[in-house]
Structure formats: C-alpha cells, structure tokens
C-alpha cells in the first residue's frame, strides 16, 4: 500500500516567510509524528498527533513551531517568520497505534531558509 | 534521561566483506524498544528492525542480523557479505513504553567499497 507522502519535497523560502508544510500518514495510522534533521542537531522529536490531538509538542522548538491535523489523517506543520536555523530535513512518520508500534517514516521536506 | 549513542560515525569496507555496526543506548526504563533504521542517499528512513526488552533473542534476516544484550546495553547490527546497495547512514533509535518520542543516535555512514 501507499506509504507516507510528505509535500512539497523541497522548500526554498525567504527569512521571515511562514512556510506550511504537509503530511498525509499511511491509511488507518491513528499515531503521527513529526520530526527534524539538521546537520547539527541530528535527529530530533518535534509534536506527536493521537487522532486529531496533540498529547505532546514537547519537541518544538519555539512558538513559531505550531502543527495541527484534521480528521485524524493529513497534518500540516506551521513554521511562522522563518529563520536560517529553520533549515533542515522535516520528516514525518505515522505508525497504526501509539505505544507498540513502529514508526514508518515519509520521504521529509527540505526546508532552505535564506 | 534517554540516550543513544553510535561511535562509529563512518565506517568504509570492501564488498563482501563483514561490517558490525555498533549502539549502545541508556535508559531508566524497563520496558522499552529498541530498533535500527537505514537511510539511503534518497533520504527516506527505511524501518529494518525493532525489538522490545523483554525479548534478548539475536535475530536474522538474510545477510542481516542483530544482536541485543541488556547486560551492556548494547543493539548491533551486522552485515554478512556486504554489497554496494548497502550503502547508507544507520540509524538506532530508542522508546520508552508510554513515551512516543523516538530518541535516535547520530547515525554511522557506512560505505561499501566495489
């Protein structure tokens, strides 16, 4: 079946722009998550969705971070006045539940700020 | 506090050869997952593997196999004869039961030399 699908797949934009940028999980995944790679900061946790519901943000990294998903599938994530330190890879991964499930990861956005 | 950590940050080897890439991870939890994950130069995370802590069985899988011991806390995973398609940054990644944040290590870029 079809996997994640994450768009667009490369983002060029201005500093101070707001970017949105969109993923739609595997059908019937309930659990969406969203993550950054930066060539500094390697992998790192940004928002966990359960549902439409957001239990932790815990991992974003300022409130010009903010995510939000609709009808239990697509999530957009918001990055508002974009800085150069926004650059990096946004990946998102969806698994059919929380807690035992594995987290099957989207192809990621490129985001260049500049 | 959750921690991963992959020494090896490259590792180059000639085809056919065998190469073990090493984790070693930290956690106060009892329950937990462990799980490796290859990045190909297009980017995606390709999902390989994911063990919980309650299950220290070696596992393989054609030229793939991981060997899990909690007594030094360690996840590695070998390669048995090599092949150039292999090529890729390898991710270990760790989660903790009732926490949805995969913590991953800094990744091995492993190359294999034709």
């Known amino acids: 079946g079809a996997g994640v699908s994450q768009s667009p797949s490369n983002k060029v934009t201005e500093k101070g722009k707001d970017v949105e940028l969109r993923c739609d999980p595997i059908s019937g995944h309930t659990a969406l998550y969203w993550y950054r790679q930066s060539l500094g900061q390697g992998l790192e946790f940004l928002i966990y969705?359960?549902?439409?519901?957001?239990?932790?943000k815990s991992g974003l990294p300022s409130d010009r971070f903010s995510a939000e998903r609709t009808g239990g599938s697509v999530s957009t994530l918001t990055i508002q006045r974009t800085q150069q330190e926004d650059s990096a890879v946004y990946l998102c991964a969806s698994s059919p539940r929380p807690g035992l499930d594995t987290q099957y990861f989207g192809p990621g956005t490129r985001l260049t700020v500049l | 506090a959750q921690k991963v950590t992959q020494a090896q940050t490259e590792i180059s080897v000639v085809e056919k050869e065998d190469v073990t890439l090493d984790c070693v991870y930290e956690t106060r939890d009892t329950t937990y997952y462990l799980f490796w994950y290859k990045q190909p130069p297009s980017g995606e995370l390709v999902f390989l593997i994911r063990r919980n802590s309650f299950d220290e069985q070696n596992e393989i899988s054609g030229r793939y196999s991981w060997n899990f011991q909690k007594s030094t806390s360690s996840f590695n995973f070998t390669i048995t004869a090599s092949q150039v398609v292999d090529s890729a940054v390898y991710f270990c990644a760790l989660k903790s039961f009732g926490n949805e944040k995969l913590t991953f290590g800094t990744g091995t870029r492993l190359t294999i030399i034709p």
């Open positions: 969705f359960q549902g439409n519901s957001a239990p932790d």
